[in-house]
T-cell receptor, first 116, second 112 residues
């Protein structure tokens, strides 16, 4: 089954404790992206990647890191989480930039992160 | 920069009521326009799209027409069902950039 898988789905952590949210897709997609969803703000892009070893900042990259060492994986790293990073995070993938432009963006089920 | 503005929610309707969710955009050139839907506890999924002016996207009884003169892409459905309860996001993409810009989302609740 074609899917985007995120882990963990739920996490409660404390300020400053490094964490990684993993994202994996099994569709051989080139494009991957991370969004955060906050009430009243909608979805905002954190980072995206057009292909292996190619990553770019989105609208709200501060406090986050990403890597794209393999095509299927795009982990989101919070080196020193803070309470303002409490949010619902979504990973998404698409075959290519063209796929994004045609709406073929596939989302994971989300990871709800709480930073105390 | 490019942006998308949606009507504020939440929107609460009775089953079989008519639905309109307004969406306007600001963008240079000719972006592609989308409506995504997020059902409770799930990720977003594409509902419908339109890639050029006057195109009408449709799916599952929902429709939206790309109006360049009013820079709008309003979502409509003639008769909503309880199962349509979800958050709806309007979005645009520019071919040169390949990234989606989302509106803030509109939560729809349909009561039986």
């Amino acid at each position: 089954e074609a899917q985007v898988t995120q882990n963990p789905r739920y996490l409660i952590t404390v300020t400053g404790k490094k964490l990684t949210v993993t994202c994996s897709q099994n569709m051989n997609h080139e494009y991957m992206s991370w969004y955060r969803q906050d009430p009243g703000l909608g979805l905002r892009q954190i980072y995206y990647s057009m292909n292996v070893e190619v990553t770019d900042k989105g609208d709200v990259p501060e406090g986050y890191k990403v890597s794209r060492k393999e095509k299927r994986n795009f982990p989101l790293i919070l080196e020193s989480p803070s309470p303002n990073q409490t949010s619902l995070y979504f990973c998404a993938s698409s075959l290519s930039r063209t796929g994004v432009n045609t709406g073929e963006l596939f989302f994971g089920e989300g990871s709800r992160l709480t930073v105390l | 920069g490019d942006s998308v503005t949606q009507m504020e929610g939440p929107v609460t309707l009775s089953e079989e009521a008519f639905l309109t969710i307004n969406c306007t955009y600001t963008a240079t050139g000719y972006p592609s326009l989308f409506w995504y839907v997020q059902y409770p506890g799930e990720g977003l999924q594409l509902l419908l799209k339109a890639t050029k002016a006057d195109d009408k996207g449709s799916n599952k009884g929902f429709e939206a027409t790309y109006r360049k003169e009013t820079t709008s892409f309003h979502l409509e459905k003639g008769s909503v069902q309880v199962s349509d309860s979800a958050v709806y996001f309007c979005a645009l993409s520019q071919r040169s950039q390949g990234n989606l810009i989302f509106g803030k989302g509109t939560k729809l609740s349909v009561k039986p």
